[in-house]
């Protein structure tokens, strides 16, 4: 019980599924097993659906909490964004939470930073995961975490990538392309948009009659998920 407490708070009621449904998904059939013995019923969540930025948010905090990235742990949650439900998600798992405007740091993109670098600098963060940060970081700041900092972006680099490419529109541009397969890569992060060295890529087929959500779903579910935590 105690390995998969996460499922049992759900099952009993304590969370949501769709606080969850990272954790549902990537355990579901291995705890299948434990439901028959103790006569638990699965719950269903083919159902669900929430944002792909929330649910990779969620399998992040996943792997922390249930000690599946073993070089690690996650020791703060940074927002540019006031309200955002990954503040939300890391107070519950117990993980410090902020959040750095670009208003509240005197309007500029130097201040921003400045106030991102002093908050990381305060926590001794060693490595930023950008997941769902979209705030375009410049060449002072990324030289300051150099080689630190990772985020994982839905294509196979160096296609449909750098300025402009990101959430749907990576896809929309691969599907109007017409390409036949495309994927995602964790990349170490530079002042050039998508531009720093590739450490991980994965390959997903393109459907005949995928949408650019559909694609999208699937290009998290086959790739990003699977690479990011590695």
């Known amino acids: 019980k105690r390995k998969y407490q996460d499922i049992y708070d759900a099952i009993n009621g304590r969370y949501t599924y769709e606080e969850v449904v990272p954790a549902l998904k990537s355990a579901i059939e291995s705890l299948s097993g434990i439901a028959n013995i103790v006569n638990i019923e699965i719950p269903d969540i083919s159902g669900i ?16 909490i249930n000690g599946q990235i073993p070089d690690g742990e996650i020791a703060l949650v940074v927002s540019n964004k006031t309200g ?14 902020a959040t750095v405007t670009k208003k509240a740091s005197g309007g500029t993109q130097e201040g921003f930073e400045q106030a991102l670098l002093a908050i990381l600098k305060e926590n001794s963060i060693d490595l930023i995961i950008l997941a769902g940060f979209l705030a375009i970081l410049s060449a002072d ?8 900092i990772i985020n994982v972006h839905p294509s196979l680099i160096p296609s449909f990538c750098g300025k402009g490419f990101y959430g749907l529109k990576v896809h929309e541009a691969a599907l109007e392309y017409g390409v036949k397969v495309t994927g995602a890569t964790v990349h170490l992060v530079n002042e050039i948009p998508d531009g ?35």
């Not at 659906?49 to 922390?64: K, W």
């Open 196 to 230: 720093g060295r590739i450490l991980l890529q994965k390959a997903v087929d393109i459907l005949p009659d995928d949408t650019a959500e559909t694609l999208q779903k699937r290009v998290m579910e086959q790739a990003e998920w699977k690479l990011l935590p590695k």
């Open 84 to 97: 955002a439900y990954a503040l939300e998600r890391a107070a519950k798992a117990g993980i410090p939470a």
């Open 141 to 148: 700041f990324t030289r300051a975490y150099n080689d630190r």
């Open 49 to 64: 659906d929430v944002p792909p930025e929330l649910v990779q948010q969620a399998y992040i905090l996943h792997f922390n």
